[in-house]
């Protein structure tokens, strides 16, 4: 039987890294699952485990108030290396691109222990967009002994650096797996009654880069847009980052079609993102998540990681300037046309069973 330490810190991880956990605990007898949080976030990260029905083993507990890469970096690093030490797993898995990922597969690759990157090969290239994110996602590749990629795409990326072929595997985006859990039917709260009859618009707006000036000139292109279009209303779950905050408040203030309210627990966000008509977002996991839902989304940035939407049709990157945002905005409302080749654009992220096929690829690496 092989030790598997699966660690992860922030809510968009826990929701792609759940369904994992759940897979892997699903074969008693071929892997012994241990469960790391750091608790890089900490009531958003504490949600999805509970909706998933996940106990962590082990709970770092780093989150302090104005925590700072620093902190999170040097706290994860020495907080996982006990844990490592105690537990001497065969295999740590992380996943994508966070602080928690990067410094985990660091502790991991310190203690010359194999490490298995989950969503591996999502490249911008671009070191400062997204940042940090972009660096901990290239340096956690680089010390990772199995690679998890989501499309042919990001293997393609980890072939074209050098990375070992027969080391990487395409799995589709175990995202796609967590909607199988979070998205009902009957689905009902006080927010898609207060939009019922009107074209429900998700937004979602946290990226560092995306801070200053982009962040207000994305909101005040949302705003001219829906002021145009009584037939919109929007719902706008704030992030907890206070010049994310400071920026929406200043932009939205005052416009009774636009809530801005607190984050969601990821049921009600998932369920609100499936009965959305479109959404427009600097997020990474929503680019993965809304073709799976049919539903087109506008990226709100300069580059996106997340190539193989943006080809497929269902994602168009249009950047943070004011005009660009209104234009594509009015078109996605104004063309039937438009709106129907994003809707029913072809979903590059997997069929909902990727957590399983990680967990094969890992049994047959240790049988061979």
């Known amino acids: 039987m092989k030790k598997v330490l699966i660690v992860f810190g922030t809510r968009p991880e826990a929701i792609k890294m759940c ?24 009531s958003m990260l504490d949600q999805v485990l509970k909706v998933f029905g996940v106990v962590p083993d082990y ?13 999170i970096t040097s706290n994860v690093l020495l907080g996982f290396k006990k844990i490592i030490i105690e537990e001497k797993p065969d295999i740590v898995l992380v996943h994508g691109d966070t602080t928690t990922s990067f410094a985990a597969a660091l502790a991991a690759f310190y203690l010359h222990v194999e490490v298995g990157h989950v969503e591996a090969g999502l490249r911008t290239y671009n070191l400062q967009s997204p940042w940090p994110e972009e ?14 990629a989501p499309t042919e795409v990001a293997k393609q990326n980890l072939i074209s650096e050098g990375k070992n072929p027969d080391k990487i595997f395409v799995t589709g985006n175990t995202g796609i797996d967590a909607l199988r859990t979070t998205v009902r039917d009957d689905y009902k709260s006080e927010l898609t009654d207060w939009a019922e009859g009107s074209r429900l618009i998700l937004i979602t707006a946290h990226r560092r880069e995306n801070l200053g000036e982009p962040m207000h000139n994305m909101f005040r292109a949302i705003r001219r847009v829906m002021e145009e279009y009584v037939d919109t209303k929007a719902i706008y779950p704030i992030h907890m980052n206070p010049q994310v905050r400071e920026a929406a408040h200043t932009e939205l203030d005052g416009f009774d079609r636009l ?15 499936a009965r959305s008509y479109l959404i427009l977002t600097d ?21 996106t990681e997340r190539p ?18 209104y234009a594509a905005f009015k078109e996605l409302l104004d063309s039937s046309t438009t709106y129907n080749s994003m809707a029913h654009a072809s979903n590059p992220y997997g069929d909902g069973f990727s957590s399983r096929y990680v967990v094969n690829y890992v049994s047959k690496a240790y049988r061979s």
């Open 19 to 42: 369904p994992l956990v759940k897979e892997f605990k699903a074969h008693p007898d071929s892997f012994e699952t241990i469960v790391c949080v750091t608790g890089q976030h900490r």
């Open 59 to 71: 709970d770092l507990d780093i989150m302090r108030t104005q925590q700072d890469l620093f902190d």
């Open 135 to 148: 660096f901990n996602r290239q340096a956690v590749d680089i010390v990772s002994d199995y690679l998890f």
């Open 259 to 273: 809530r801005l309210i607190e984050p969601l627990n990821v049921v009600d966000f998932h369920n609100l993102m």
């Open 283 to 303: 997020s990474g996991g929503i680019q993965e998540e809304a073709p799976s839902l049919g539903k087109p989304v506008l990226v709100m940035r300069d580059t």
């Open 308 to 325: 193989e939407g943006v080809e497929a049709g269902t994602l168009k990157l249009v950047g943070t300037d004011e005009k660009s945002v």
